[in-house]
């Protein structure tokens, strides 16, 4: 069955980088394509942007098109989500979720887990 | 940006009672070429991802039970709980696809009364 698997929480210092996983399983990795949406605490899912895991073509949210990249490892079924220049409004839960299919106007049929940042001094 | 306007915040319905939910979005997100809303519904549960429940404004995802169910086009929108379970408890979002950047509703809390 199709399984979006995410690694454990991070805790890091404002200015760091974080790079987030999130392995697919149970699908074609390549013929999808992988949304990043976070959810800071108590407020509304707030998308980030999508990479084509065929080929690698990104979509970004202007809100973070100058901090995050999206790149894929298709040997490994792999999307990763790397955020730099961290401050503390960036502690969210962030969720990797595959669209329904290549396009990514499309909506999310599976949700990983989540991979909770917290950005504290 | 599409803005994407949900009420209520929060309802309480009793069980077996239908709850209502709205979403409004700021334009339309009916794509002409397709004649179909880039719309969809999901629940989230505390300490969960959400899951998806309706997509193109009224078609149930797979294994959805039948009393969700979703209508409206172009720019209003409506999730109808038939029948509430205590399983229900949620809160629900929509969300459009129509365009870049995707955005969410603010998010519905359902509650039993």
């Known amino acids: 069955q199709v399984q979006v698997v995410q690694s454990g929480a991070e805790v890091k210092k404002p200015g760091a980088s974080v790079k987030v996983p999130c392995k697919a399983s149970?699908?074609?990795?390549?013929?999808?394509?992988m949304h990043w949406v976070r959810q800071a605490p108590g407020q509304r899912l707030e998308w980030m942007g999508w990479?084509?895991?065929?080929?690698?073509?990104?979509k970004f949210s202007q809100k973070f098109q100058d901090r995050v990249t999206f790149t894929s490892d298709t040997s490994a079924s792999t999307a990763y989500m790397e955020l730099s220049s961290l401050r503390s409004e960036d502690t969210a839960v962030y969720y990797c979720a595959r669209a329904l299919g290549t396009s990514g106007y499309l909506p999310i049929d599976h949700w990983g887990q989540g991979t909770q940042v917290t950005v504290s001094s | 940006d599409i803005v994407m306007t949900q009420s209520p915040e929060s309802l309480a319905v009793s069980l077996g009672e239908r709850a209502t939910i709205n979403c409004k979005s700021s334009?339309?997100?009916?794509?002409?070429?397709?004649?179909?809303?880039?719309l969809a519904w999901y629940q989230q549960k505390p300490g969960q991802p959400p899951k998806l429940l309706i997509y193109?404004?009224?078609t149930r995802e797979s294994g959805v039970p039948d009393r969700f169910s979703g209508s409206g086009s172009g720019t209003d929108f409506t999730l109808t709980i038939s029948s509430l379970q205590a399983e229900d408890v949620a809160v629900y979002y929509c969300?459009?696809?129509?365009?870049?950047?995707?955005?969410f509703g603010q998010g519905t809390k359902v509650e039993i009364k």
């Open positions: 334009q339309s997100v009916l794509y002409t070429s397709n004649n179909k809303n880039h």
């Open positions: 969300q459009q696809y129509f365009s870049s950047p995707l955005t």
């Open positions: 149970g699908y074609t990795f390549t013929t999808y394509t």
């Open positions: 990479i084509n895991a065929g080929n690698g073509n990104t």
């Open positions: 193109w404004a009224s």
